[in-house]
Nanobody, 123 residues
Framework: QVQLVESGGGLVQAGGSLRLSCVAS????????MGWYRQAPGKQRELVAE???????NYADSVKGRFTISRDNAKNTVYLQMNSLKPEDTAVFYC?????????????????WGQGTPVTVSS
C-alpha cells in the first residue's frame, strides 16, 4: 500500500520560513510527479508547486519567488521550502503524487494524497 507522510508544518510569524517534507513509501514502481497542494478554510484545494520527473517545476503565481520545491528521487521524498510567509499562506498543505505501481507500461498511473499538514502564519 502506498503512503505519503508529510511533516514540517506549524505556526510561524509573517516573514518567517518553514520547510515541508513528504516521504512516499510502499509498492511504487515509478513516480511521475510529486508536488504540494493547499486548502485554506472555506476555499478549494489549489496547486502550490509540483515537479515532474525529468521536467520543470511549476509554481502557483502566488508563491513564485518565495517557495522552492525539490525532490530526492533516491528517497522518494519531496520538499517545499517556504520563505517570506504571509498570513494568506495559512492552509493545510497536502502532498500529492502521481505514480505507477506496476512495471507494465499499459498500467494506469494513480494519484495519492498525504493526510495534510497545517501551516499557520500569524501577522
Amino acid at each position: 500500500q502506498v503512503q505519503l507522510v508529510e511533516s514540517g508544518g506549524g505556526l510561524v510569524q509573517a516573514g518567517g520560513s518553514l520547510r515541508l517534507s513528504c516521504v512516499a513509501s510502499g509498492r511504487i514502481f515509478s513516480i511521475k510527479t510529486m508536488g504540494w497542494y493547499r486548502q485554506a478554510p472555506g476555499k478549494q484545494r489549489e496547486l502550490v508547486a509540483e515537479v515532474p520527473s525529468g521536467g520543470m517545476s511549476n509554481y502557483a503565481d502566488s508563491v513564485k519567488g518565495r517557495f522552492t520545491i525539490s525532490r530526492d528521487n533516491a528517497k522518494n521524498t519531496v520538499y517545499l521550502q517556504m520563505n517570506s510567509l504571509k498570513p494568506e499562506d495559512t492552509a493545510v498543505f497536502y502532498c500529492h503524487m502521481i505514480a505507477s505501481i506496476e512495471s507494465n507500461p499499459s498500467a494506469p498511473t494513480l494519484q495519492y494524497w498525504g493526510q495534510g499538514t497545517p501551516v499557520t502564519v500569524s501577522s
